[in-house]
């Protein structure tokens, strides 16, 4: 204590931090039960699957997509900035790409069998997935990831569910026409989800202030009563036509329109209910521009299917397909149905094994995201600094155990009955 009141930078620097701490937890979601929080910003919608955010031409490009292009171009940046001037004493950029170089080499000699170059043949595969994973584990926690994004509207919102709805309502009343299928999806959906909120937008922006009170229940964006919805329903199941029916126009004029109708309250808990005006404003919700590819199931699962489809080819190139496929099916009657069964179980494997791989990298990074987007709505502007470094930190130890794992699995697959056999007696 005594050093830090001689030091005035010290002092400086703690009253700063101190001071940053304060304002953060006044201006988060804690300083926001106490009618503050003046940071608080909405958070944005979380979803599994990715989120398109346009079309290029009849493509959809998923915001995932892109930072994986983005990971794909800082990895060709790299390359080029190492391999531009070689020089035999290597510094820079050189020098990192090739002490990564030698690490793998090193280790895929090691696990191979540790004759030099004994592993070569893994070297190029393993290598790629580990710079691959890290860089875009990486560059999925720049800032604005995750954060700044387009408005998904309500009516987009409203289409996307009562398609899922209307495979439910056909299934349960086959004798439904489409239109009938249609409405009563629609009349379930708002029945379901009228207390479901939605970020009201001022423009194409959301104000630091607002955070999660700019949320909007959809019964205030698209105004009903519950009876309302229970005498449309009534009519359609009777064969009737509403698509005239004044409370059916109102209804489907405000999911086009899609913005906030009238004041609503939250109740914080107190005595008194505070009202928040957002009429007028566009409602809907806050869909990323870009979103890390590792937490994107598709991304692990096409890196981890390429893992494992060259795990096979090094099998058959190494023992052929009588003496790879041998390991997957077994004669039961030269063998016995305890072999055959084995087999099957190996072959098994191969699948699950894929699959592990998708979901332990996908798993990982969409976890470290949701934390850091936890953080952020807790503790504006220092919550989420040292969770960064813990994300980087996993980014690389989830890359290198992939890369790990792929090498693992490549050697067994090259390994011979006999070397198993033998290695099992050794230990």
Do not use: C
Request: charged share 15%; glycine share 12%.
């Amino acid at each position: 204590m005594g050093k830090l009141l001689s030091s005035p930078k010290l002092l400086v620097i703690a009253i700063a931090a101190v001071a940053a701490l304060l304002v953060s937890v006044a201006g988060g979601a804690l300083g926001a039960s106490f009618g503050l929080g003046f940071l608080g910003g909405p958070i944005p919608f979380i979803s599994i699957p990715a989120e398109r955010v346009a079309f290029i031409g009849s493509y959809p490009l998923l915001n995932s997509t892109i930072m994986f292009w983005v990971g794909g171009l800082v990895l060709l940046f790299v390359a080029w900035r190492a391999g531009r001037n070689v020089k035999d004493v290597p510094s820079g950029w050189q020098n990192l790409m090739e002490m990564i170089y030698e690490f793998f080499s090193n280790t895929v000699d090691g696990v191979a069998g540790g004759e030099p170059k004994s592993g070569r043949r893994f070297l190029a595969l393993v290598s790629t997935i580990f710079l691959v994973v890290m860089i875009i584990n990486w560059v999925g926690i720049l800032p604005g990831v995750g954060s700044i994004g387009r408005i998904e509207t309500i009516e987009e919102w409203v289409h996307h569910h009562v398609e899922d709805l209307e495979a439910e309502v056909h299934e349960e009343h086959p004798d439904y026409s489409p239109k009938q299928v249609h409405s009563i999806a629609l009349i379930h959906l708002l029945e379901e989800h009228g207390d479901d909120t939605f970020v009201a937008f001022d423009g194409v922006f959301v104000w630091l202030g607002q955070g999660e009170q700019a949320r909007v229940p959809l019964r205030h964006i698209v105004t009903f009563e519950d009876h309302e919805l229970h005498d449309l329903a009534d009519e359609v199941k009777h064969g009737e036509d509403i698509s005239h029916d004044p409370v059916w126009e109102r209804i489907e004029h405000d999911i086009h329109e899609g913005v906030v109708k009238e004041v609503f309250t939250y109740d914080l808990g107190g005595p008194s209910q505070t009202p928040y005006d957002f009429k007028g404003q566009t409602a809907g919700l806050l869909v990323p521009y870009l979103r890390g590819a590792s937490t994107d199931v598709n991304t692990t699962l096409a890196i981890a299917i390429v893992a494992m489809l060259t795990v096979q080819i090094w099998g058959f190139r190494a023992l052929g397909v009588r003496g790879y496929g041998g390991k997957f099916l077994v004669n039961p009657i030269s063998q016995g149905p305890i072999a055959t069964f084995v087999g099957v179980l190996e072959g098994f494997g191969e699948l699950t094994r894929t699959i592990s791989f998708t979901f332990r990298l996908f798993g990982n990074m969409f976890a470290g995201e949701i934390l850091l987007i936890a953080m952020a709505f807790l503790l504006p502007l220092i919550g989420i600094i040292p969770f960064m470094g813990l994300e980087l930190f996993v980014g690389v130890i989830q890359a290198y155990i992939f890369a790990m794992l792929t090498l693992v699995f490549g050697v067994m697959a090259v390994a011979s009955h006999g070397d198993h056999d033998s290695h099992a007696e050794e230990h």
